[in-house]
């Protein structure tokens, strides 16, 4: 591979960014013990307030891995994690990969359905899992043979119990205290996995070249499918981050885990980057501002990365309260459209730039950004990282690519580009294709130097009169009305063909729907065939846990209504 100065955007990088990263040749077990020796006493994770070292998180992986080994957890195996963000987490991740075997996370949140049809495709016979779960694991068809279920209390985590009430809402956790302290009945305690002695270690460690972990996609496009993510991967996403984010110190950097561990941005800019950076992992099982700004008083965040309601709901609060963030230095927004507005409030406030960048499960996740620098451009998601190609091709043929400025397909090619998907050669040979090229399914376009703008997901798209609708666009432009909170965009198949264009829309309070005016709103800004022709209105629009609007479920709800 070669990212050389052939490429157009390596001249835009910040000084000091390197084209191309010097390609891994150990696992993340190895990087991980590295930190741990080099880092010692140096705090590793906080959590409400309690600290533990590298030496303590060490040591835990090491009995946490001997016990699961004890449960006859061997290399290869898959190992089902189903927590939110908490030391138990970071302990468990790591314990599995010791062993060789696979990490395979799980959103807590998920029901008995959602979990179930993953297990039927990866098989794992392990869980290590929160209270709260083993509710939707014990409804599990017998046909799903799980062997061992290891429960985790955060609550013993926790300085002290007192700290629940104070400091977590439990509201806000979408749990009873009885499910936050509850002994889950048929499981086994996690404080009894760590009653093992260490690991000898002469056990074997995994390869680089090893699957770490199955990673499944949100689905946008149909039913999830695994990500497999070597160790190459992982690592490989780690050090281009470490590159990009340039002058980044060993042991100085604060990270805010706030994003869900469980996702692939998480995953990457926590458990691999962050420990690879031998920095303070500061976790919060949820995003909840005053939460945030009290640990900023203690420990104030220089790595701040999240989706722009939250840095948004961040900023104001700050500005409410009187607390600074003018530590924050590095921060990338991610998985939506970064609105110029947050990143004037956000950079009024913080001590760094807010930039946006681009990935996906599939590259493990980052595979673009914008440069920490004032070649930055807002309203793109940057140019490739180190050691990462793209190009832009006909979204009817990817072996043919589009001039310069014309919009297409994104397509990558990197070392973060993963292996393909578990147990399903079919999509597999769909987005992988010949040479290592990955298809992301985004319709983008690229200017002279590089920088990438998304138009929209190709299998989005809507056809209404022979022309192709961007649904972000006419959702963009929906946004801009003063009444209007959010927004989602969809087609409705009509039966003389085509689609069309439906609006759901989130107001805000006290505000009424008039679907006359917000179309002559549209009319300003788009052209006449890319008006919604029905407009309706929603409350509680369904969005991810990193704040995505799910403009499929948005459909699935509205479409029978009309």
């Known amino acids: 591979m070669a990212n050389t100065e052939q490429q157009p955007w390596i001249k835009n990088y910040q000084p000091g960014v390197p084209a191309e990263i010097e390609l891994p040749s150990e696992s993340l077990v190895q990087m991980f013990e590295r930190s741990v020796t080099e880092a010692g006493d140096h705090p590793a994770l906080e959590f409400f307030g309690r600290r533990t070292t590298y030496a303590e998180l060490g040591e835990q992986v090491d009995r946490a891995a001997e016990g699961l080994r004890h449960l006859g957890v061997q290399a290869g195996d898959r190992v089902a994690l189903i927590l939110p963000n908490c030391p138990q987490h970071v302990v468990a991740f790591y314990a599995v990969l010791r062993l060789g075997a696979v990490v395979v996370e799980h959103n807590p949140l998920y029901t008995t359905r959602e979990l179930r049809h993953q297990f039927e495709d990866h098989q794992a016979r392990v869980i290590i899992a929160w209270d709260k779960t083993a509710e939707a694991i014990r409804e599990f068809p017998a046909d799903i043979e799980i062997d061992h279920v290891i429960s985790v209390n955060l609550l013993e985590a926790f300085p002290a119990v007192k700290r629940l009430a104070l400091n977590l809402p439990v509201k806000n956790l979408r749990a009873s205290k009885a499910a936050l302290t509850g002994k889950a009945p048929g499981t086994i305690p996690w404080k009894q996995l760590l009653t093992h002695a260490p690991i000898d270690p002469e056990h074997p460690r995994p390869g680089v070249d090893d699957l770490a972990a199955i990673q499944y996609t949100s689905g946008t496009t149909g039913r999830p499918k695994g990500a497999m993510l070597t160790h190459f991967n992982l690592y490989s996403n780690a050090l281009q981050g470490e590159a990009w984010m340039h002058g980044a110190q060993y042991r100085k950097e604060v990270f805010y885990a706030i994003l869900p561990m469980f996702h692939a941005f998480g995953m990457t800019l926590y458990l691999t980057f962050g420990i690879r950076k031998q920095g303070l992992l500061v976790l919060f099982p949820k995003f909840e501002p005053g939460l945030i700004l009290d640990a900023m008083k203690k420990s104030p965040a220089t790595v701040y990365c999240a989706v722009p309601p939250i840095y948004e709901r961040t900023a104001l609060a700050a500005k409410e309260k009187g607390v600074s963030l003018r530590s924050c230095t590095y921060c990338i927004s991610g998985a939506m459209n970064l609105p110029d507005h947050v990143v004037e409030l956000w ?216």
Request: aromatic share 6%; hydrophobic share 35%; charged share 25%.
């Open 347 to 562: 950079e009024s406030v913080s001590g760094g730039r807010l930039v946006e960048g681009y990935g996906m499960t599939e590259s493990s996740p980052v595979a673009l950004g914008n440069p920490f620098h004032d070649t930055r451009r807002t309203g793109t998601i940057g140019v490739p990282f180190p050691s990462t190609l793209m190009k832009v091709v006909d979204l009817d043929d990817p072996t043919l690519e589009v001039a310069e400025g014309e919009p297409g397909e994104l397509l990558l090619k990197g070392p973060q580009v993963f292996q393909g998907y578990w147990n399903n050669p079919e999509e597999t040979a769909k987005t992988l294709l010949p040479g290592g090229w990955l298809r992301t399914g985004d319709v983008v376009t690229v200017d002279v130097d590089g920088f990438t703008t998304i138009v929209d997901r190709a299998k989005e798209l809507i056809i209404t009169g022979g022309f192709n609708v961007s649904p972000t666009e006419v959702e963009t432009a929906l946004r801009l009305h003063p009444s209007v909170v959010d927004a989602a965009v969809f087609g409705k198949p009509l039966e003389r063909g085509g689609e069309m264009i439906v609006a759901a829309i989130e107001l805000k309070p006290g505000a009424a729907l008039n679907e006359q005016e917000l179309r002559e709103h549209c009319r300003e800004h788009l052209a006449a065939y890319k008006i919604p022709r029905r407009i309706v209105q929603i409350e509680n629009t369904p969005r991810s846990l990193l704040g995505k609007i799910l403009r499929k479920q948005v459909r699935e709800q509205v479409l029978p209504t009309l």
